[in-house]
């Protein structure tokens, strides 16, 4: 099971944004964060907890290993403010945090 | 670009079948490929998973009820769904495996495809 929070953050262009997704077991390094923009799918940011997807831009980073992870956006721009999901990738069946909505201030 | 397009959703009575694919880019040459949904009331929710070797695995919640497949000659991965439920309605997304990576990571997605299950 993963808990994400905040489920909302209330943010402007150019704060920095963390999220955070606490696993109920340890994951070693087995974690992706996807972004996901009203009526498109998800999409990839990062894998193995810290890897930046190809094409990501560099002010998205993670960190964290065992249980306890973290979404860090250095400097929010427009395109940002989306809903943010973490997900883990060690085991069957893989689960889904319960999202982070990341809205205008 | 990797592609994936899904069909097959629309309005089916509780009890009923219905059977979304999934076709494209995406499909040739992938590791693995995965069927996960997406409702306000669950979220994202992973549905099942299949290798390129043929094995599969499923949520709890539908094992039994949902069958993974792939034509690889028609490069298309299917999801029958029997014995549908009213939540069992949400967007059905396909997706595959992120390429030259461990971890059971998805990479791409297609743009989804709704299942109402209503009487």
């Known amino acids: 099971q993963l808990t994400q929070s905040p489920a909302y953050i209330s943010a402007s262009v150019g704060d920095r944004v963390t999220i955070t997704c606490r696993a109920s077991?340890?994951?070693?390094?087995?974690l992706a964060w996807y972004q996901q923009t009203p009526g498109k799918a998800p999409k990839l940011l990062i894998y193995?907890?810290?890897i930046l997807q190809t094409g990501v831009p560099s002010r998205f980073s993670g960190s964290g290993s065992g249980t306890d992870f973290t979404l860090t956006i250095s400097s929010l721009q427009p395109e940002d403010f989306a809903t943010y999901f973490c997900?883990?990738?060690?085991?069957?069946?893989?689960?889904f945090g319960g999202g982070t909505k990341v809205g205008i201030k | 670009e990797v592609q994936l397009v899904e069909s097959g959703g629309g309005v089916i009575q509780p009890g009923g079948s219905l059977r979304l694919s999934c076709a494209g880019s995406?499909?040739?040459?992938?590791?693995?490929l995965t069927w996960v949904r997406q409702s306000p009331r669950k979220g994202l929710e992973w549905v099942a998973l299949?290798?390129?070797?043929?094995?599969?695995y499923y949520a709890d919640s539908v094992k039994g009820r949902f069958t993974i497949s792939r034509d690889s000659s028609q490069n298309t991965l299917f999801l029958q769904m029997n014995s549908l439920r009213e939540d069992d309605t949400a967007i059905y997304y396909c997706a595959r495996d992120r390429p030259n990576s461990s971890g059971w990571y998805l990479g791409s997605w297609g743009q989804g495809t709704l299942v109402t299950v209503s009487a």
């Open positions: 077991q340890g994951l070693s390094g087995w």
């Open positions: 193995g907890a810290s």
């Open positions: 997900q883990q990738a060690d085991t069957f069946p893989l689960t």
């Open positions: 299949i290798l390129r070797g043929g094995n599969t």
């Open positions: 995406g499909v040739i040459g992938s590791n693995y």
